[in-house]
């Protein structure tokens, strides 16, 4: 199957600050989410990439906050801006649709460790 | 809002012995359901999936799990555990023709030799 990674894998910022958060799929797929997991806590959806156009962001996630760009189909990037220690958790990107996968189920990356000082 | 409850956080058993996982989901429609385990220092993978068909399904590793539409389940189970299959599992639930998942909390399982 499609193989996913995210650079980087994990990370220590000042508060204030902003860090993009990359994720790579060795093929072309259908759609890219990106999650968080806060510390003890299960995995929330912040949005949906969509190619070419404007996220889609689930309730509570706002745009300012969580910049996200797909510039094509195997590529996408999570900002985390204007940092505060709330914003310390995992965050991980997944993808439908590649390669030997299944239209309907969500593969995930290694996720990215943040922490904010 | 759909929402995916997992009632055992944290679950030590002994090698050999039986394991159920409880999930449970607040959708009345269609629904996808997912188990996701996470081995230490490792991915979220796939443990399991159900769509539709029959209601007990199986997965990778001697894994299975069934579905119970009234009791809004989908249990996972294992007859016999291995130290290796210490891990975090998640049941994740996909309100169908949807995109988004949601996820339960979590179980700790820890299997001591």
């Known amino acids: 199957s499609a193989v996913i990674s995210q650079k980087p894998s994990r990370d220590i910022c000042q508060r204030g600050t902003s860090l993009t958060i990359q994720c790579q799929v060795d093929?072309?797929?259908?759609?890219m989410f990106w999650y968080r997991q806060q510390p003890g806590q299960s995995l929330t959806l912040i949005a949906t990439a969509n190619q070419g156009s404007e996220a889609t962001y689930e309730s509570g996630f706002v745009i300012d906050k969580f910049p996200i760009s797909r510039p094509n189909l195997t590529f996408s990037t999570l900002t985390v801006s204007n940092m505060s220690p709330e914003d310390s958790s995992i965050y991980l990107c997944s993808f439908e649709g590649g390669r030997d996968s299944s239209t309907d189920t969500q593969y995930f990356g290694p996720g990215t460790r943040l922490t904010v000082l | 809002a759909q929402s995916v409850s997992q009632h055992n956080h944290h679950v030590i058993l002994s090698e050999a012995a039986s394991l159920e996982l409880g999930c449970n989901y607040s959708?009345?429609?269609?629904?996808?359901l997912f188990w996701y385990v996470q081995y230490p220092g490792q991915h979220l993978q796939l443990l399991l999936k159900?769509?539709?068909?029959?209601?007990l399904v199986k997965g990778i590793k001697g894994f299975e799990a069934e579905f119970i539409k009234s009791k809004f389940s989908f249990n996972l189970r294992k007859p016999s555990v291995q130290w290796s299959d210490t891990a975090e599992y998640f049941c994740a639930v996909k309100e169908g023709g949807g995109n988004k998942l949601t996820f339960g909390t979590g179980t700790q399982l820890k299997v001591e030799l």
């Open positions: 159900y769509f539709s068909g029959d209601p």
């Open positions: 959708y009345g429609g269609t629904v996808n």
């Open positions: 093929s072309q797929v259908t759609m």
